[in-house]
Nanobody
Framework: QVQLVESGGGLVQTGGSLRLSCAASGNIFSVPAMGWYRQAPGKQRELVATISSTSSTNYADSVKGRFTISRDNAKNTVNLQMNSLKPEDTAVYYC??????????WGQGTQVTVSS
Protein backbone atom coordinates (compact mmCIF):
# COMPACT_ATOMS: atom_id res chain seq x y z
CA GLN A 1 0.00 0.00 0.00
CA VAL A 2 1.09 3.56 -0.74
CA GLN A 3 0.07 6.72 1.07
CA LEU A 4 0.23 10.19 -0.47
CA VAL A 5 -0.09 13.33 1.62
CA GLU A 6 -0.43 16.71 -0.07
CA SER A 7 0.26 20.06 1.52
CA GLY A 8 0.69 23.69 0.59
CA GLY A 9 -2.72 24.66 -0.69
CA GLY A 10 -4.48 27.82 0.37
CA LEU A 11 -5.93 31.15 -0.66
CA VAL A 12 -3.91 33.53 -2.81
CA GLN A 13 -4.62 36.60 -4.90
CA THR A 14 -4.39 36.67 -8.68
CA GLY A 15 -0.76 36.80 -9.71
CA GLY A 16 0.44 35.17 -6.52
CA SER A 17 2.34 31.95 -5.97
CA LEU A 18 1.89 28.71 -4.08
CA ARG A 19 4.01 25.61 -3.71
CA LEU A 20 2.34 22.24 -3.33
CA SER A 21 4.15 19.22 -1.95
CA CYS A 22 3.26 15.55 -1.99
CA ALA A 23 4.99 13.06 0.26
CA ALA A 24 4.76 9.39 -0.63
CA SER A 25 5.27 6.54 1.81
CA GLY A 26 4.68 2.81 1.96
CA ASN A 27 5.52 0.12 -0.57
CA ILE A 28 7.08 2.24 -3.29
CA PHE A 29 8.98 0.29 -5.92
CA SER A 30 11.76 1.82 -7.93
CA VAL A 31 11.22 5.46 -8.91
CA PRO A 32 7.58 5.85 -9.81
CA ALA A 33 6.08 8.36 -12.18
CA MET A 34 4.14 11.01 -10.30
CA GLY A 35 1.93 13.89 -11.17
CA TRP A 36 -0.51 16.58 -10.17
CA TYR A 37 -4.13 16.74 -11.27
CA ARG A 38 -6.88 19.16 -10.38
CA GLN A 39 -10.65 19.22 -10.25
CA ALA A 40 -12.71 22.38 -10.21
CA PRO A 41 -16.36 22.38 -9.07
CA GLY A 42 -18.59 20.87 -11.73
CA LYS A 43 -15.67 19.83 -13.91
CA GLN A 44 -13.77 16.64 -14.56
CA ARG A 45 -10.40 15.99 -13.01
CA GLU A 46 -7.65 17.10 -15.37
CA LEU A 47 -3.92 16.67 -15.70
CA VAL A 48 -1.77 19.56 -14.54
CA ALA A 49 1.75 18.18 -14.73
CA THR A 50 3.58 14.88 -14.60
CA ILE A 51 7.15 13.85 -13.97
CA SER A 52 8.58 10.51 -15.00
CA SER A 53 11.05 8.26 -13.24
CA THR A 54 13.81 9.98 -15.24
CA SER A 55 12.42 13.44 -14.38
CA SER A 56 10.97 14.07 -17.81
CA THR A 57 8.11 16.52 -17.40
CA ASN A 58 4.80 17.18 -19.10
CA TYR A 59 2.42 20.09 -18.57
CA ALA A 60 -1.09 21.03 -19.49
CA ASP A 61 -1.10 23.89 -21.98
CA SER A 62 -2.99 26.05 -19.51
CA VAL A 63 -0.13 26.00 -16.98
CA LYS A 64 2.96 25.94 -19.21
CA GLY A 65 5.37 28.68 -18.29
CA ARG A 66 3.68 29.26 -14.92
CA PHE A 67 3.92 25.93 -13.09
CA THR A 68 6.98 23.79 -12.46
CA ILE A 69 6.93 20.19 -11.26
CA SER A 70 9.94 18.69 -9.54
CA ARG A 71 10.79 15.67 -7.45
CA ASP A 72 13.15 14.56 -4.71
CA ASN A 73 13.67 10.83 -5.13
CA ALA A 74 15.54 10.46 -1.85
CA LYS A 75 12.52 11.83 0.03
CA ASN A 76 9.84 10.39 -2.27
CA THR A 77 8.32 13.80 -2.73
CA VAL A 78 6.98 15.71 -5.70
CA ASN A 79 6.43 19.44 -5.72
CA LEU A 80 4.44 21.84 -7.83
CA GLN A 81 5.56 25.46 -7.90
CA MET A 82 2.68 27.58 -9.12
CA ASN A 83 3.36 31.16 -10.17
CA SER A 84 1.22 33.84 -11.79
CA LEU A 85 -1.89 32.17 -10.47
CA LYS A 86 -5.23 32.93 -12.06
CA PRO A 87 -8.79 32.50 -10.76
CA GLU A 88 -9.26 29.65 -13.22
CA ASP A 89 -6.54 27.74 -11.38
CA THR A 90 -8.92 27.41 -8.44
CA ALA A 91 -9.48 23.71 -7.80
CA VAL A 92 -8.70 20.80 -5.55
CA TYR A 93 -5.24 19.58 -6.49
CA TYR A 94 -4.46 15.87 -6.26
CA CYS A 95 -1.16 14.05 -6.27
CA UNK A 96 -0.94 10.76 -8.16
CA UNK A 97 1.69 8.03 -8.08
CA UNK A 98 2.00 5.34 -10.74
CA UNK A 99 3.81 2.19 -9.67
CA UNK A 100 5.83 0.39 -12.36
CA UNK A 101 3.27 -2.44 -12.01
CA UNK A 102 0.61 -0.09 -13.37
CA UNK A 103 -1.23 0.41 -10.09
CA UNK A 104 -2.01 4.02 -9.24
CA UNK A 105 -2.59 5.86 -5.99
CA TRP A 106 -4.16 9.23 -5.26
CA GLY A 107 -3.74 11.66 -2.41
CA GLN A 108 -6.65 13.21 -0.56
CA GLY A 109 -6.35 16.54 -2.33
CA THR A 110 -5.52 20.08 -1.27
CA GLN A 111 -7.63 23.15 -2.04
CA VAL A 112 -6.17 26.01 -4.04
CA THR A 113 -8.26 29.16 -4.27
CA VAL A 114 -7.20 32.15 -6.34
CA SER A 115 -9.16 35.32 -5.68
CA SER A 116 -9.66 37.96 -8.34
Amino acid sequence: QVQLVESGGGLVQTGGSLRLSCAASGNIFSVPAMGWYRQAPGKQRELVATISSTSSTNYADSVKGRFTISRDNAKNTVNLQMNSLKPEDTAVYYCKLNQPSGRSYWGQGTQVTVSS
